[in-house]
């Protein structure tokens, strides 16, 4: 069967526009489940220790294009909103967070359209995540649509900086008093301290693994 390739211009509901965002959502989450088991077989290891996904409220969509000064229409939406569906992928070491983006740029069918390293260049607030902004193809019965998703693959540790800050922000409507800022600012350095000191504490104890193991098998 031939498909057409169709353009997001011709989704002309917020329905099918929902269906293509879910199905993105299934797409990319089974693709993880694969190279985690993948991983695990070949490595004996996990890295990736949970994901969430969400599509976003409508009411945060309509914000969102509110305060860039957009109308809240379908087209708007989609050009505009680049985080209707999103995964989020949490590991437990940084080292985690490049392989596994390196793994999903390496899928063929997987557009990568932008990254931000906010590791590599965390936010003044000391935001740090790597964000993806990709499309897959969804097959539909006589069309397929390139739809976006946004993957956001972080530490347990950065994780749960940001939804402690996600709700400072949310509770104090961005206003929130100076000593919790600084506070929350001097917890993502002591988040990034722990995330380097579990990585470089993981990578002595496989080492000591592998060294054991060698010796094992020549004696
Ligand atoms: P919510 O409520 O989580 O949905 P773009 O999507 O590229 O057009 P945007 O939104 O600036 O522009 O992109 P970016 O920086 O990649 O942020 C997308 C999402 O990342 C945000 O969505 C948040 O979920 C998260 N994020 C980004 N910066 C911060 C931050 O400083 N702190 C926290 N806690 N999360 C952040 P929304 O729509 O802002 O919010």
Redesign the pocket.
């Known amino acids: 069967m031939e498909y057409n390739a169709k353009d997001y211009g011709e989704v002309d509901s917020w329905a099918t526009t929902l269906l293509l965002y879910n199905s993105a959502l299934k797409e990319v989450g089974t693709k993880l489940e694969i190279l985690n088991d993948e991983f695990q077989h070949i490595h004996q290891y996990n890295p990736i220790e949970h994901i969430k996904s969400r599509i976003?409220t409508p009411e945060?969509i309509v914000r969102?294009l509110k305060k860039r000064g957009y109308e809240s229409t379908l087209d708007n939406m989609i050009k505009?909103?680049?985080?209707i569906a999103?995964i989020r992928i949490i590991c437990s070491f940084t080292s985690d967070i490049y392989r596994i983006a390196e793994m999903l740029r390496n899928q063929s069918d997987i557009k990568v359209i932008?990254i931000?390293d906010?590791i590599k260049a965390p936010?003044e607030?000391g935001?740090k995540?790597y964000?993806m902004?990709v499309s897959v193809p969804i097959y539909l019965s006589d069309s397929v649509v390139d739809t976006k998703v946004?993957i956001?693959i972080r530490t347990v540790a950065m994780d749960f900086w940001?939804?402690l800050?996600?709700k400072m922000?949310y509770k104090f409507e961005r206003n929130a008093p100076e000593h919790i800022v600084t506070e929350l600012y001097e917890c993502a350095m002591m988040v990034s301290e722990l995330d380097a000191k579990m990585l470089s504490l993981n990578e002595e104890i496989q080492q000591t693994v592998a060294t054991e193991k060698e010796n094992s098998q020549t004696t």
């Open positions: 976003k945060s969102k505009y909103v680049n985080d999103g932008s931000k906010y936010k607030s935001y995540s964000h902004l946004e956001q940001a939804s800050e996600h922000n």
